[in-house]
């Protein structure tokens, strides 16, 4: 009776259905870290992580490597994304290339994934021929990977994964609808996911993204405003100690806290593999 009622009715029963998606992830937590914990040793290795997926649910992918690369300072080629049809796909449908192995074989090929790497197949609904050539190849390239499913639990899932999500959200409020919860429940998994990684590696410290790198007006905003609380120093000096730092705020906290230059800092922060808490200690934030 979904079409007979008033539009507010409608929008409290897609919301309300969308706790079942929170539900889901909240239900796989240990396979979540399992993955992000994955992810930020193949990471650390000198990995990069490549998303992959169809449809939906590989626009979601492609979204989270955009992301990921300013908020935690990540140079553009250590996250890749690769979708069915391509970045065509990412604003138009491309069912058929969702049912194309080849198609996968030669993407997975000229994103060049290897044994280094930590891939990542998101699949919204079962698991599509695109999806699984992709899968059946980075196993043969011996990369680490993670499948990301809301199909619900199923057997034949596992051979395919190191770690397997296997999320069941249920049924969509207007059937095979997968943009709806389905989506939610990627997106929650994706992003806890990754920031669980990234908070491994030293990205953050506390909630700050201590890794961010100015390129642009609002990057040296959120640079300064970040030196600036860890350090209680004007903007002013902020900004300064930035710019001798190189572009790069951890440096220039490492610099301030320890009282040392900026190449000194850089190898405090190489011996603590990135960790700005094993140098300066508790900070008020």
């Known amino acids: 009776m979904l079409d007979s009622l008033p539009p507010e009715e409608v929008v409290k029963l897609l919301l309300e259905d969308e706790n ?56 553009q080629s250590l996250v890749v994304s690769i979708i069915a049809g391509g970045p065509h796909a990412l604003a138009r449908v491309a069912e058929a290339a969702q049912d194309n192995p080849r198609e996968a074989d030669q993407r997975m090929r ?18 599509s021929p695109f999806l699984k050539a992709a899968l059946d190849y980075a196993r043969f390239r011996r ?27 249920g049924p ?5 609808c997968t943009r709806l919860k389905a989506a939610t429940a990627i997106k929650l998994v994706l992003e806890a996911v990754s920031s669980t990684a990234f908070v491994r590696l030293g990205k953050t410290y506390g909630g700050l993204m201590v890794d961010v790198r100015p390129t642009t007006p609002r990057g040296w905003q959120r640079a300064t405003q970040v030196v600036s609380r860890l350090t209680n ?26 009282r040392v230059n900026a190449a000194r800092a850089k190898e405090l922060l190489i011996s603590q593999k990135g960790l700005l808490r094993a140098i300066i200690g508790d900070v008020d934030v």
Request: charged residues 20%; contains cysteine.
């Open 172 to 176: 969509e409020m207007i059937a095979g």
């Open 20 to 75: 079942n998606a929170v539900k889901a992830v909240r239900a796989r937590a240990a396979a979540l870290a399992a993955a992000a914990q994955l992810m930020a040793e193949k990471l650390a290795a000198g990995g990069r992580l490549v998303y992959v997926g169809v449809g939906t649910a590989g626009r979601l992918g492609a979204l989270e490597a955009a992301e990921c690369v300013p908020a935690f300072g990540l140079p």
């Open 110 to 127: 000229r994103a060049a994934v290897g044994p280094q790497d930590v891939v990542c197949a998101i699949a919204d609904t079962e698991i």
């Open 143 to 169: 990369a680490a990977v993670i499948l990301l499913t809301c199909a619900g639990p199923s057997p034949a899932a596992e051979p395919l994964a190191d770690v397997v999500i296997d999320l069941a959200p």
């Open 233 to 258: 120093l004007p903007d002013e000096e902020a900004v300064k100690l930035i710019k001798k730092a190189g572009g790069r705020a951890k440096v220039a906290l490492v610099m301030h806290h320890a």
